[in-house]
């Protein structure tokens, strides 16, 4: 069975830190662009950063320079979000999505999945 696993969401203080993970099962992602998404209730869903797991080229959301790192292990088939400095406004339910055949930008700024995970929640909050 194809799919995306997320992990690592949970409930921080602002100015904390978290790191989530996203894991295929099923095919490989070397050839695959991946991208973390999120969705607060009544916003609509924003790219938040995006890599190739090809060449490890990345993109990031303005909203998250600085704060966030996104990284790849190929050889556990495995994207990482490491998200520091965390405020109220990163609170949203964090998607992982994989597609072929698209830049890291396009990717994150005008997505087509070919897969997507269940999300993992986020809050920040004191």
């Known amino acids: 069975q194809l799919q995306l696993v997320e992990s690592g969401g949970g409930l921080v203080q602002p100015g904390g830190s978290l790191r989530l993970s996203c894991a295929a099962s099923?095919?490989?992602?070397?050839?695959?662009?991946i991208g973390w998404f999120r969705q607060a209730p009544g916003k609509e869903r924003e790219g938040v950063s995006c890599?190739?797991?090809?060449?490890?080229?990345?993109y990031y959301a303005d909203s998250v320079k600085g704060r966030f790192t996104i990284s790849r292990d190929n050889a556990k088939n495995t994207v990482y979000l490491q998200m520091n400095s965390l405020k109220p406004e990163d609170t949203a339910v964090y998607y992982c999505?994989?597609?072929?055949?698209?830049?890291?930008?396009?990717?994150?700024?005008?997505?087509?999945?070919?897969?997507w995970g269940q999300g993992t929640q986020v809050t920040v909050s004191s």
């Open positions: 999505a994989a597609e072929t055949h698209t830049t890291v930008q396009a990717m994150c700024v005008n997505p087509e999945y070919d897969y």
């Open positions: 890599i190739s797991m090809s060449d490890g080229s990345t």
């Open positions: 099923g095919f490989t992602l070397d050839y695959y662009a």
